[in-house]
């Protein structure tokens, strides 16, 4: 698919349709109606034809997309169409049923994602490699109800792609937040932070904010507990765990500060004093991040050998099949998905050029 292009730097974007029952078609069909964002790349979406149609029937649309099988010989040769739907019919028939977490539901979206994984991991010259993965909104409970253990996309991909290290980065207008952990209960977080949670979280958002074209950036760490411990009297993680986190990370000339109070150093980080927060838990960095860039925000998973983002939101049955759903989160997602894999097309193009220069020995 990535072949089909005659631009070497156009790159071919993978989008996962999340729960059949959520607003992921939905939001996908209304980023994709931008005839501005179609021509920055090819797009393969991996999911429900019924799904995809029945949306843009609702906005009245034409179908603008390209259908094929999933697992038709079709879906393993050159495809040179903009926007091509993978479609998994098997799964059809979630138009007639309640929007809502199910067992179909949860079985169906993790179909469709582990699919787009096997695609990003194939080489670079197979007719189904895709560049980047964006991944709709899934419901953690239906995959739970399907069986599944995983707690979401990111653990997933972390581990079927082998990744050693990984986080969860949030980027959005005003704030760039990374996790030190992700999705647990909060009860659990004294077992799981470690010096090396905290380093990696650090060490990889520096290492995401180069790749987003900031040289130096300036990092700024939360504490873990109120008044980021309050020199030892509400806890003892910010200088058992979080400090010397930091320590390692300065010596290795990352430009970080902290453990700073949480309900300050957002404020800073949101008026630019700081260009990334290293946050302890999800909902503390989580928060800020939606109250400041909702409709905006993208979640991007760092330490993966591929490029994966997911719009800030999750499956809003609520509003699902009524046209309420604001597309905002997972356009900014395919941007940023496609600025990425743009950039990495060019950097192994000129690296490849630079190798064809040099002179022989």
Request: hydrophobic share 45%.
């Amino acid at each position: 698919m990535a072949n089909g292009s005659t631009d070497a730097h156009r790159p071919t974007i993978g989008i996962t349709m999340g729960d059949p029952s959520g607003i992921g078609p939905e939001v996908i069909v209304k980023a994709l109606s931008d005839p501005h964002l179609r021509r920055k790349a090819r797009f393969v979406i991996y999911g429900l034809n019924e799904l995809l149609a029945y949306a843009a029937d609702q906005l009245e649309y034409e179908p603008y997309w390209f259908r094929v099988q999933h697992d038709s010989n079709r879906s393993n040769k050159m495809i040179t169409e903009n926007i091509v739907v993978l479609d998994f019919d098997e799964h059809d028939g979630f138009i007639q049923s309640p929007c809502g977490p199910t067992k179909l539901g949860g079985i169906a979206s993790k179909t469709f994602v582990e699919e787009a994984i096997v695609d990003a991991l194939r080489p670079i010259d197979h007719p189904r490699h895709i560049d980047a993965m964006v991944t709709g909104p899934i419901s953690k409970e239906a995959w739970h109800m399907a069986g599944f253990s995983w707690p979401g996309h990111t653990e997933l991909l972390a581990y079927r792609t082998k990744a050693k290290r990984h986080a969860m980065m949030f980027v959005s207008p005003r704030l760039r937040v990374v996790l030190a952990t992700t999705h647990l209960p909060l009860m659990a977080l004294r077992n799981v932070l470690t010096i090396g949670k905290v380093f990696d979280a650090i060490d990889l958002g520096h290492e995401a904010c180069q790749q987003l074209g900031i040289d130096v950036p300036r990092i700024a760490v939360t504490g873990l507990n109120p008044h980021a411990g309050e020199g030892g009297h509400f806890g003892d993680e910010e200088t058992r765990l979080i400090a010397p986190a930091i320590d390692v990370a300065q010596q290795a000339d990352i430009n970080v500060q902290g453990p700073f109070p949480a309900d300050t150093v957002f404020v800073a980080a949101a008026s630019g004093e700081y260009d990334l927060v290293v946050a302890m838990y999800h909902d503390q960095g989580l928060i800020p991040v939606k109250l400041l860039g909702w409709d905006q925000a993208v979640n991007l998973t760092l330490g993966l050998p591929i490029v994966r983002t997911s719009p800030d939101h999750g499956t809003a049955f609520d509003i699902a099949r009524k046209n309420k759903a604001s597309a905002g989160s997972m356009t900014a997602a395919i941007e940023l998905a496609v600025q990425m894999a743009s950039d990495q097309l060019a950097a192994t193009a000129g690296a490849a050029t630079d190798q064809r220069r040099e002179p022989a020995a």
